[in-house]
């Protein structure tokens, strides 16, 4: 922490950040059998739990990693390591499985507020931690038996370490260890190994500007990190990769990308306009604003940052044209930028100031190069704001938004460099900086405070019902089998469209039972508009629902699952329950 005026002890710093921790641990572990918020939703997806510690389950409960033609090992081999250490020293359960996920939550609230405590002293630190602890959706999916969380904790931790290359450039080492550990938990993390290693990049290239500690210090933490990233991605190719090439390509391409939404000038037109329309943005809306003003602060005096300020600012804009790129339809997606929001807000509040007090010198020729910037960032602010106007509309909250990002742009540039020498005057006391921070950390736990009143353990009851209705090791189709095996010894085989089980899946005559929805509809947990397990169904005329469950997914409160036998006597039960609604 050279050259920051300590703004607060050690001794009290240390306290506050673990109490901040403590409330983060209560957070996530408080009723851990629980189902995940589902009115409303905050994107997790139950029944997806069952089918990511698909492999871990296997190795734990039968002895061998791949049991069946469904193996995202491919995909997440550091989830499914951190997955089956947790089913071997705990046994398997709902409990277990979300158990990786939580601890890595709560790392990551840890190693933000130490990593914003060096950039701009201990208040900060301790007022990202906090805002991170209490994150609501963070929170839920950190509470969740997926990728998303533990992938997210890697990146802060990469995140913690580049910064402390300021202080030892050999840090660089373990951050590019950490963010290979955050790209093999969930390849969506690729735009944070390019992130960390443009950044890396820079630094090299920067450094000959002068020979100063700092320059100096920036090119050996550049050289570090670079080779960090080079030798791990080497060992990952000889060690997973290419042994398991034709695996690895076929799932995280095949699957994975390809049969994505589409890559023309319309799909991406509405990536662009539809990405801001996400709860994640809305429900933290203040930290958002705060964080997207001090990231533009941060951007006009980008030669003059340091590699930690840098990285947020990276983290953000290459994850944004990653999900541009790719998929911006999905919350999950939206979750890795939480923490990088949480940091610049906290920075912000830390520093008393929206903006860097010398903004103002800033000649509006200059300014004017980021106007495309500015103008997204307006957009986004906005837009997460007014779809509450508009929950389920697209056209009004795009068009509104619009128009309150160009006419915010235009005061902008029509009045520099007034607006920002108002936001880099702040004028807010220190405490007064962490009073709000506590202030709308308050306002998240209200949030989960609402969802554990109303709490239901629907699921998890259903998974308990099934392993006493079923013998161990009975073969279940469908990728609902996945969901609710985690609290029996079921063999659930799940079918993809193109992947997992599918080709043979009209054949399995030895698989008796399917498992599916009923309601809100048969199949629903399928891909919208291609209800595979029904290609199961249908190969199998004669079958009967011989018990029916009640599962928590949708709003509506009355969701149902079924088991049904395939050689059940040709009763047309199922078809009465309202099938084929799609």
């Not at 550990?181 to 820079?202: C, E, G, H, P, R």
């Not at 962490?434 to 306002?443: D, E, H, N, P, R």
Request: proline letters at 4%.
């Amino acid at each position: 922490m050279t050259g920051l005026r300590e703004d607060m002890s050690r001794g009290v710093f240390v306290t506050a950040l673990l109490l901040t921790l403590a409330l983060a641990a209560l957070l996530r572990g408080l009723f851990p059998a629980t189902d995940p918020p589902w009115d409303p939703t905050v994107g997790v997806v139950w029944h997806d739990e069952g089918a990511w510690v698909h492999n871990a389950r296997n190795k734990a409960l039968f002895g061998a990693w791949s049991q069946d033609q469904w193996n995202p090992v491919y995909i997440a081999p550091v989830f499914t390591a951190l997955e089956y250490a947790s089913f071997k020293a705990f046994g398997v359960g709902v409990r277990q499985a979300r158990l990786a996920p939580e601890l890595c939550g709560l790392l990551s609230v840890w190693l933000l507020g130490l990593g914003v405590a060096r950039l701009a002293g201990r208040r900060a630190g301790l007022m990202a931690a906090l805002l991170l602890a209490t994150n609501y959706i963070y929170v839920m999916w950190n509470r969740a038996a997926l990728m998303e969380g533990p992938m997210v904790a890697f990146m802060v931790a990469g995140w913690y370490f580049y910064v402390r290359t300021e202080e030892d450039p050999r840090w660089g080492f373990v951050a590019s260890a950490c963010v290979w550990m955050a790209f093999f938990t969930k390849a969506s993390a690729a735009f944070f190994v390019a992130a960390i290693a443009l950044d890396a990049t820079l630094s090299l290239l920067q450094a000959r500007d002068g020979a100063t500690r700092s320059s100096n210090s920036g090119r050996r933490g550049g050289w570090w990190t670079l080779a960090g990233l080079a030798l791990g991605g080497g060992i990952a190719l000889a060690v997973f990769v290419i042994p398991h090439w034709t695996d690895y390509r076929f799932y995280n391409w095949q699957m994975s990308v390809t049969r994505k939404p589409g890559y023309d000038v319309k799909s991406l037109r509405d990536r662009v306009t539809w990405f801001p329309l996400q709860d994640v943005f809305t429900r933290a809306w203040f930290v958002l604003t705060v964080g997207v003003t001090c990231g533009l602060g941060l951007l006009a005096r980008w030669r003059a940052l340091v590699a930690g300020e840098r990285l947020l600012l990276l983290w953000i804009g290459l994850g944004a044209t990653e999900l541009v790129l790719h998929d911006a339809s999905n919350e999950r997606r939206f979750i890795f930028f939480i923490p990088a929001f949480a940091a610049l807000a906290a920075i912000a509040l830390g520093r008393s100031r929206l903006m860097p007090d010398d903004i103002e010198h800033v000649p509006r020729k200059s300014a004017l190069l980021a106007m495309p910037i500015v103008l997204y960032a307006a957009y986004v602010v906005a837009a997460a704001i007014v779809r509450l106007a508009f929950l389920r509309e697209i056209g009004p909250n795009v068009r509104s938004a619009a128009i309150l990002a160009l006419a915010f742009t235009a005061v902008l540039y029509a009045t520099w460099p007034r607006i920002p020498r108002l936001l880099g005057r702040g004028g807010w006391t220190p405490a007064a900086g962490l009073a709000l921070a506590m202030a709308v950390s308050a306002g998240q736990i209200v949030q989960y405070v609402q969802w554990a009143a109303g709490r239901t353990y629907k699921n998890y009851e259903a998974s308990l019902e099934l392993g006493r209705r079923l013998p161990p090791e009975t073969l279940v189709h469908g990728k609902l089998a996945n969901g609710l095996s985690l609290e029996n010894r079921i063999r659930p085989i799940f079918v993809g469209r193109g992947f997992g089980n599918y080709e043979d899946r009209k054949t399995r005559d030895d698989v008796r039972y399917i498992l599916t929805y009923i309601a809100p509809s048969v199949g629903y947990e399928s891909q919208a508009h291609n209800p595979i397990i029904e290609d199961v169904i249908d190969a199998y005329p004669g079958q009967r629902i011989i018990m029916t469950f009640d599962v928590a997914e949708t709003a509506t409160g009355h969701d149902r699952a079924a088991l049904i036998d395939k050689f059940g006597g040709g009763s047309q039960e199922l078809r009465q329950s309202g099938r084929a609604k799609h």
